[in-house]
């Protein structure tokens, strides 16, 4: 039997990630994604687990030769987005990566922030980054990711307060203020949990340098 689920995240690393595994644990394996839909089918219970990995900072083709290089050691890949544009064929500036990862198209990188990988269940431990170093800089990017949504959400929020920017009523202005505060508390949230996580593992570098 199959089942899909409507899902959006925002925490879209460890929340999705979690998720995920609570969804293998109780005999469901994902069978592919969509923007806001996850199918599945069912299999035995924790018979297989997944992982998360951020690669909305990467140029297209760099992601796309790590997923093969994932791939080509056995991993099941899919790809996930981070933002519900439906948008197709155009360009977008993403500005908390670097380099031409900053520039993402679609077809292209675009709505393809998201490496979802899938493995059997062995009995070992399912992390694809063991350097403290590096999950220091995975998590800094993923801050940053979350860091500009909440700077964009709060310029919105301020240009609706400058006159003749609306031209809407009084009573649907405060409409969009009270949406975009909403917005702005669920993007707070995560940023401010890896914030921590990125204190934690400098603090942690520290100790083993």
Not at 130 to 138: E, F, R
């Given at each position: 039997?199959?089942?899909?689920?409507?899902r959006y995240f925002f925490d879209f690393l460890d929340g999705q990630e979690k998720w995920l595994n609570r969804m293998a644990k109780d005999g469901?394996?994902?069978?592919?994604?969509?923007?806001?839909?996850?199918?599945?089918?069912?299999?035995?219970?924790?018979?297989?687990?997944?992982?998360?990995?951020?690669?909305?900072?990467?140029?297209?083709?760099?992601?796309?030769?790590?997923?093969?290089?994932?791939?080509?050691?056995?991993?099941?890949?899919?790809?996930?987005?981070?933002?519900?544009?439906?948008?197709?064929?155009?360009?977008?500036?993403?500005?908390?990566?670097?380099?031409?990862?900053?520039?993402?198209?679609?077809?292209?990188?675009?709505?393809?922030?998201?490496?979802?990988?899938?493995?059997?269940?062995?009995?070992?431990?399912?992390?694809?980054?063991?350097?403290?170093?590096?999950?220091?800089?995975?998590?800094?990017?993923?801050?940053?990711?979350?860091?500009?949504?909440?700077?964009?959400?709060?310029?919105?929020?301020?240009?609706?307060?400058?006159?003749?920017?609306?031209?809407?009523?009084?009573?649907?202005?405060?409409?969009?203020?009270?949406?975009?505060?909403?917005?702005?508390?669920?993007?707070?949230?995560?940023?401010?949990?890896?914030?921590?996580?990125?204190?934690?593992?400098?603090?942690?570098?520290?100790?083993?340098?």
């Amino acid at each position: 039997m199959s089942i899909t689920v409507f899902r959006y995240f925002f925490d879209f690393l460890d929340g999705q990630e979690k998720w995920l595994n609570r969804m293998a644990k109780d005999g469901y394996r994902l069978k592919r994604c969509g923007k806001l839909t996850y199918a599945f089918d069912e299999c035995a219970p924790n018979e297989y687990e997944y992982a998360v990995e951020f690669v909305g900072n990467q140029a297209y083709s760099k992601a796309k030769d790590y997923r093969k290089y994932l791939e080509s050691m056995g991993f099941r890949t899919f790809t996930k987005n981070i933002n519900l544009n439906f948008s197709y064929g155009k360009v977008r500036w993403r500005p908390y990566a670097k380099g031409m990862g900053q520039i993402a198209t679609s077809p292209g990188g675009f709505n393809k922030e998201i490496l979802i990988l899938e493995k059997r269940r062995d009995g070992k431990p399912f992390e694809l980054h063991t350097d403290i170093h590096n999950k220091l800089s995975i998590y800094k990017t993923v801050r940053r990711a979350y860091a500009w949504a909440v700077l964009m959400i709060v310029l919105l929020g301020a240009m609706t307060f400058i006159p003749n920017v609306l031209s809407v009523s009084s009573p649907m202005a405060w409409c969009l203020r009270i949406a975009l505060l909403i917005f702005f508390s669920l993007f707070v949230i995560p940023t401010v949990k890896y914030s921590s996580l990125v204190k934690y593992l400098k603090e942690e570098s520290k100790i083993f340098e």
